[in-house]
Nanobody, 127 residues
Framework: QVQLVESGGGLVQAGGSLRLSCTAS????????MGWFRQGPGKEREFVAV????????EYAGSVKGRFTISRDNAENTVYLHMDSLKPEDTAVYYC????????????????????WGQGTQVTVSS
């Protein structure tokens, strides 16, 4: 069982930056692909980014590509989402998710592609 705890959310003005963190329990963090999803008000949860266990392979949703960066520190059991040039439409609850082993692009972008989820952290971007 893996427990995921997100942190770093908050209120920021448009154009600003935030860094979200997700820390995992357990000693096998390096074997997990880690994803970030978000759910805006009245919207379905959507894929944001994924980083594979190696740390060298990442993918992003088109809406955040070039503005968000996902990274991981396996020694700290933590995955990060650095968000720049934030827009009001980035307002959402951000969730991290974990999948043991390999993950395809299709799986990475699907809610069903992950084994574990965090509780989420709220990000609000004011205009």
């Amino acid at each position: 069982q893996v427990q995921l705890v997100e942190s770093g959310g908050g209120l920021v003005q448009a154009g600003g930056s935030l860094r979200l963190s997700c820390t995992a329990s357990g000693r096998t963090f390096s074997r997990y692909a880690m994803g970030w999803f978000r759910q805006g008000p009245g919207k379905e949860r959507e894929f944001v980014a994924v980083i594979r266990s190696s740390g060298s392979s990442t993918e992003y949703a088109g809406s955040v590509k070039g503005r968000f960066t996902i990274s991981r520190d396996n020694a700290e059991n933590t995955v990060y989402l650095h968000m720049d040039s934030l827009k009001p439409e980035d307002t959402a609850v951000y969730y991290c998710a974990a999948r043991l082993g390999l993950i395809s692009s299709t799986q990475a972008m699907s809610l069903h592609g992950y084994d574990y989820w965090g509780q989420g952290t709220q990000v609000t971007v004011s205009s």
